[in-house]
């Protein structure tokens, strides 16, 4: 599978919407689709079953957060929209490498990349506070490399 096949299989009703002109908007879409196989691989284990949940629930908080932000009329809510996005990326973030031990480090990393990208986007947009520019250990997938992952998605 790669984006490029994903992107085709999204029904026109959701590719013709505003929100779909956001690049952040489609790779976090992605990433949530994607992060079904990743959470239905969580649920074999019986440890880590709640953990599934709780990822799905983080990822699919991303597209949800940025489609609220678009069309805002106050542009204080369409602030606080992509604040709740940077938010669920990071903890989505966070519970991909909680799943390091299931999923393994290619696919972990596939998906903490992808939504470094968002992230990234993201504090562009002025999410994240006022100090929005990226930290000396902060990752940040610059767009050459976000294609090449785009390419190859590794699944479990």
Known sequence: MNYQMWEKSVPPQIRGDAVWSLEAYRLALFVADVGWHDANELAKHRRTIKLGGELLEALGGVPSALARS????????????????????RAACGWYFQS????????????????????????????????????????????????????TVPLP
Do not use: C, Y
Request: no cysteine.
């Open 100 to 151: 390091r031990h299931v999923l393994g480090q290619e696919i972990i990393m596939h998906r903490v990349r992808v939504l470094n990208f968002v992230m990234g986007w993201l504090k562009g947009q002025g999410a994240g506070g006022a100090n929005t520019s990226a930290g000396q250990d902060e990752v940040v997938v610059p767009k050459d490399k976000l294609e090449a992952l785009l390419q």
């Open 70 to 89: 678009v069309g805002r009329s106050v542009p204080g809510e369409a602030a606080l929209a992509r604040e709740e996005a940077l938010a669920a990326a």
